[in-house]
T-cell receptor, first 112, second 115 residues
Framework: DAKTTQPNSMESNEEEPVHLPCNHS???????IHWYRQLPSQGPEYVIH???SNVNNRMASLAIAEDRKSSTLILHRATLRDAAVYYC?????????????FGKGTRLSVIA | GAGVSQSPRYKVAKRGQDVALRCDPI?????LFWYQQALGQGPEFLTY??????LDKSGLPSDRFFAERPEGSVSTLKIQRTQQEDSAVYLC?????WGSGNTIYFGEGSWLTVV
């Protein structure tokens, strides 16, 4: 799987939007962009994924650059419960159930 | 609904002791993964099962680590002769089927401390 680059940490105020960036300049045309997050003392949980178009679900939005070399996870209103490590991961389409390859992610702190 | 269940949640082992960590995947999930997560790091892949078949064990750090899933449901990760560097959280995950479009669900992990 191609490599991703994320900031080590970010900080947000509660109830404000948060934009978590991810660079993946070596992404291939068959790579999906997945986001997982890991709350303190929990296992990672799925957030969202996309291929080319922007995606929305109840948890977040995913904005994908036109050249697909970067993407941004958007939390529309951060809450204290969103404090977690956020991982941006690339997975190839039809790669079978190859394992997720985690980097160090971005540690998001939310300030009340 | 039941998620991925792991036991024990916490384990303290003396160096040299053998440990066994259990994973109950979500019912009907075909794929099962084990990860190791050191403090402050992202999870690292250990091994993967498709039903009872262990298709990839490239991440197991040494021959002291062994995983099995004999009936294609519950899995056990066994660590023999534990060493201090084995101290980590061991995460189990499962997914419904084959294909990268399947969401992978993680358990809360088994926290192993070797003293």
């Amino acid at each position: 799987d191609a490599k991703t680059t994320q900031p080590n940490s970010m900080e947000s105020n509660e109830e404000e939007p948060v934009h978590l960036p991810c660079n993946h300049s070596t992404i291939s045309g068959t790579d999906y962009i997945h986001w997982y997050r890991q709350l303190p003392s929990q296992g990672p949980e799925y957030v969202i994924h996309g291929l080319t178009s922007n995606v929305n679900n109840r948890m977040a939005s995913l904005a994908i650059a036109e050249d697909r070399k970067s993407s941004t996870l958007i939390l529309h209103r951060a809450t204290l419960r969103d404090a977690a490590v956020y991982y941006c991961i690339l997975r190839q389409v039809d790669s079978g159930n190859t394992p997720l390859v985690f980097g160090k992610g971005t540690r998001l702190s939310v300030i009340a | 609904g039941a998620g991925v269940s792991q036991s024990p949640r916490y384990k303290v082992a003396k160096r040299g002791q053998d440990v066994a960590l259990r994973c109950d995947p979500i019912s009907g999930h075909v794929s099962l993964f084990w990860y190791q997560q050191a403090l402050g790091q992202g999870p690292e892949f250990l091994t993967y099962f498709q039903n009872e078949a262990q298709l990839d064990k490239s991440g197991l750090p040494s021959d002291r680590f062994f995983a099995e899933r004999p009936e294609g449901s519950v899995s056990t990760l066994k660590i023999q002769r534990t060493q201090q560097e084995d101290s980590a959280v061991y995460l189990c995950a499962s997914s419904l089927g084959w294909g990268s479009g399947n969401t992978i669900y993680f358990g809360e992990g088994s926290w192993l401390t070797v003293v």
